[in-house]
């Protein structure tokens, strides 16, 4: 995937597969939400331009020289971390830990409508609502 | 548990979030895992699920990952302790 456009396309895409799960199984329709997210966070990678070492990450974490501690090939959750304010930052790796927790441990709690909410919130940052 | 060593500013800020987190009214346990030296996990367990607990508990962690993103890249879970099947280190 590259450039804004289809990145947001795959965003549009998982996010209606995370609407399709969300009444029947709300702790896995976290899953692709936060791909959803992710792909947003791309979209907007691509769109403030960031160095080509950051736009496009293609991992979650950086990898980094063992001996230096520096990063190497960067992941997303740190170039948010590094460029974004802190709500986005927050809201993306909240939603990360829940689509975490929920393929590996701990699935979330209740219907998730908080991490949605968090998923609003880096939507409205990527794609601002129109005022009309 | 992973044996790498951090560098000193994030084992003096570690100190200080674990203390932050473990203050947070619902925590009932942190556990940290470095599986090399720049890379960080941390599970917060609750005593109960709780929304706003869950929030301030990331919240921190982020601004902490923020701080330190030159050092370290930092992943955070965040489970109920009732139901967490992960060992968790004090």
Redesign the interface.
């Known amino acids: 995937v590259s450039g804004e456009a289809d990145h947001l396309i795959r965003s549009n895409e998982a996010f209606a597969a995370a609407r399709l799960l969300r009444g029947a199984h709300p702790s896995w329709a976290v899953v692709p939400l936060f791909y959803s997210a992710m792909h947003l966070m791309h979209a907007r990678f691509d769109l403030d331009q960031l160095s080509a070492d950051q736009r496009h990450p293609g991992q979650h974490?950086?990898y980094?020289d063992?001996s230096t501690?520096?990063?190497a090939k960067w992941?997303t959750?740190?170039v948010v971390?590094?460029v974004y304010p802190?709500h986005i930052?927050?809201a993306y790796?909240?939603l990360?830990?829940a689509s975490?927790?929920a393929r590996y441990?701990?699935p979330i709690?209740?219907d998730g409508a908080?991490l949605w909410a968090e998923h609003q919130v880096i939507s409205d940052f990527v794609v601002p609502p129109t005022s009309s | 548990m992973g044996t790498g060593r951090c560098t000193m500013a994030v084992e003096d800020g570690l100190y200080k979030l674990d203390h932050q987190l473990r203050m947070i009214n619902g925590v009932a346990d942190v556990a940290t895992d470095f599986p090399n030296p720049h890379e960080l996990h941390l599970i917060v367990a609750l005593f109960d699920y709780d929304w706003d607990v869950r929030q301030l508990a990331i919240e921190l962690v982020d601004d902490f990952a923020r701080e330190h993103v030159q050092d370290v890249t930092v992943l955070v879970e965040v489970v109920d302790a009732a139901g967490a099947s992960l060992p968790l280190s004090a």
């Open positions: 974490k950086s980094r063992p501690g520096q990063v992941g959750l740190d971390r590094t802190r930052s927050s790796s909240s990360f830990s975490t927790a441990s701990a709690k209740g908080r």
